[in-house]
């Protein structure tokens, strides 16, 4: 593949961006351009979550062909109240705008509903943040944490920190590293179809990057990366049930050595990546 004729863009605006564009376009060595506009020296642009009107009118202008990826590209708030009916008209309509030769998943099950297209979908899952501090495993649970939107918390917000309270423990949202914390809980609220099957597992992948002990949602993209020491949680119980299972740090010290050797690796995300678009490059 000759990179120096690969072009990875999209808006730019989004912690899926900085993935998914920045950091696999960079370690594929291709050109990385938010909303590009000067395309002829391409051959192949890669859209990451969504372009603007004008980006798209430029792509087709240009007649450049182009690889989808979808990651969560479906609107939010509202979209994560849809069921899957609406969440597939939707898909249908943008695929009618794109045109894309061929898509990216950031799930299998997102895969499987992207069969009906026709076009040739690589299922590949987020990597771990690179240059994570590995989390030191303390004696004692004192801080746990989320990272993310604080809007999506939705009722869990109070049921978190009242459960820690309760513990004598302390509820942070967004901390500056998960090496801060002693648990890291993923979880969300609404939870229609598109964060429940579609939405990539970046938090599970970076919980296993810092070895942090977890505890998550059932979504599928934090079920197909999992090590097998994740902790899950639906309810308000069974949070607690979790909270009180990780009170041990030999439990915690044994859960981090387990993830983080299933943390997947920017490095081996970007040569699954590279093999398949070279694949679309010399069709």
Not at 101 to 123: H, K
Not at 172 to 185: C, F, G, K, Q
């Amino acid at each position: 593949m000759n990179q120096s004729r690969l072009l990875f863009t999209g808006r730019g605006t989004s912690g899926s961006w900085t993935i998914r564009g920045e950091q696999l376009g960079h370690a594929l060595g291709a050109n990385v351009i938010p909303d590009a506009r000067h395309l002829g020296r391409f051959d192949l642009a890669v859209l990451v979550k969504r372009g603007t009107p004008d980006l798209l009118s430029y792509l087709r202008g240009a007649k450049l062909p182009v690889v989808w990826d979808v990651v969560d590209s479906w609107p939010q708030p509202l979209g994560n109240t849809w069921d899957r009916d609406t969440c597939m008209r939707w898909m249908r309509a943008q695929i009618k705008q794109i045109r894309p030769i061929a898509l990216v998943a950031a799930t299998q099950a997102m895969a499987a509903d992207c069969a009906e297209f026709g076009r040739p979908v690589l299922t590949l899952p987020h990597h771990a943040r690179p240059g994570q501090r590995v989390n030191p495993i303390r004696a004692r649970v004192r801080t746990v944490g989320y990272q993310g939107g604080p809007q999506y918390l939705g009722s869990w917000a109070s049921v978190l920190d009242e459960a820690c309270r309760a513990r004598g423990w302390r509820f942070v949202i967004n901390p500056v590293s998960l090496a801060e914390l002693d648990i890291v809980v993923a979880v969300r609220e609404p939870h229609g179809y598109a964060p429940r099957t579609w939405k990539s597992g970046v938090k599970a992948a970076n919980a296993q990057g810092s070895g942090t002990p977890c505890i998550l949602n059932r979504e599928q993209g934090c079920i197909e990366t999992a090590s097998g020491a994740e902790c899950w949680a639906d309810t308000p119980e069974e949070m607690a049930a979790a909270f009180d299972s990780l009170i041990e740090q030999e439990t915690r010290q044994r859960i981090a050595g387990q993830l983080l050797l299933a943390a997947p690796k920017l490095e081996d995300i970007a040569k699954v990546y590279a093999a398949w678009l070279n694949e679309r490059l010399s069709s």
